[in-house]
């Protein structure tokens, strides 16, 4: 894995961390989930978030209610790149 993706894995992680705790920062966002990446767990995870971020049920309380599958996320982002550091 280049030192690119794992910076960026690293990033990613971080902003879902603090998405988890509730803060969400509308560039963070942008520079985030509007981006796609070659990276596939990384792509996955992006896909995945918007699609939570869309859900039709209860939208106000994104990302709230969410938190746990964020963390969870970004840990397995964490995860993937301790594997290949």
Known sequence: MSKINESLREDFATFLTALAAGHLDKEN?????IEHYHDTLLESVRVRLVRLEIEPENPSTFPGVHAEQLRAWADELRRDHHRFS
């Open 29 to 33: 966002w942008s520079r985030f989930v």
